[in-house]
C-alpha cells in the first residue's frame, strides 16, 4: 500500500537542473517523511541525450538512503519521447515500448519495474497495441504492475478490458480540472488516480493564493500553506486519489506530505468548489 502523498521527480532534471546533491537530498527527505510512492519517467531530462536522468538519480538516492528501500514503489512511464534539442515527442510502437522499459530497468538498477506506466498516446499508433507492449511485459515479469497516463475514460475503459491497470496519472488540480470525469471512473472501478501538476505547475502555483483566494484564506485560518489545502482537497475527491506533486527542495515536499493529515470541514470543502465553480 502506498502513502496518500507521492513525490513527483520530474523537476529535478529539467531546466534548470537541480544540482545533484540536493536532489537526493529531496528523496532523501520525502522518503524520511514517510513517502514510499516516487513518480518518474525516462524522459525527464534537460534533452535526448540525457534520456533516463531522473531515473538514474532515483536510483542513487535509493542506494544512498538508510531506510529500507524495499518499500519504496518506484513508478516509471514509457512512451513520451525527448529529443536532441529538448522538444517532446511520442512514440507507443510495442518494440519501442519494450526497448525502453529495458533502458528504464538498467537506469533504475531493478530486475522488475514495480508499476510501469504508458506516457501518452501516440495517435499514430492503435492504443491496444501500445497496451500489448505492458501486458508482455507483465507477462515476461519486467514489471509488477501496468498503468496508464493521458487517458480519457475511453481509454482506461479499453485498457483495462486488456490487461489489469493498477493506475491512471491525468493531470488535475484546483486549476485544471478536466480530468475530474476520468477521477470518477477510476473511482467507481477501485484504479488509483495520480494527478499530475496537482499544485497546477510551477507557472501556475501562485494562483492558489492569488486567483484562488479561498484556498489561501482556509490555509491561514489552518496555519498551513496553500498547497497543503490544494492536496488535502484533491485528496477528499475520491479515496483512490494519490496526488503527486514535483519537488526539488527538500522544503516543498515536507510541506506537501502534511496535506495527508489535513481533513478539510465541508464547510471548507464547500467554500472551495464554490470558488473553483466560480472560476472562468
Known sequence: MVTSIG???????????????????????????????????????????????????????????SGDSSRIVVATKGGHTRLRDGSWGLNGRPEYLLAACEASLKALGVEAIDLYQFHRPDPS?????????????????????????NASVEQIELASALLPIASVQNEFSPGFRSSLAELHYCDSRGIAFLPWSPLGG???????????????????????????????????????????????????????????????SEE?????DQEIGEQP
Open 202 to 264: 510551477v507557472g501556475r502555483a501562485p494562483e492558489l493564493g492569488g486567483r484562488h483566494g479561498a484556498f489561501q484564506a482556509v490555509a491561514q485560518e489552518r496555519g498551513v500553506s496553500p498547497q497543503q489545502v490544494a492536496l488535502a482537497w484533491e485528496l477528499a475527491q475520491a479515496p483512490v486519489v494519490i496526488p503527486i506533486p514535483g519537488a526539488s527542495r527538500p522544503q516543498s515536499i515536507i510541506d506537501s506530505v502534511g496535506a495527508a493529515s489535513l481533513v478539510l
Open 7 to 65: 513525490l513527483g521527480a520530474m523537476p529535478m532534471s529539467m531546466a534548470p537542473l537541480v544540482d545533484e546533491a540536493q536532489a537526493i537530498r529531496t528523496i532523501h527527505a520525502a522518503l524520511d517523511a514517510g513517502v514510499n510512492l516516487i513518480d518518474t519517467a525516462d524522459a525527464y531530462c534537460l534533452d535526448g541525450t540525457q534520456v533516463g536522468h531522473n531515473e538514474r538519480l532515483i536510483a542513487k538516492a535509493l542506494a544512498t538512503w
Open 125 to 149: 499508433v492503435p492504443y491496444e497495441e501500445s497496451l500489448g507492449a505492458l501486458a508482455k511485459l507483465l507477462e515476461q515479469g519486467k514489471i509488477r504492475m501496468a498503468g496508464i497516463s
Open 268 to 272: 471548507e470543502l464547500g467554500l472551495l
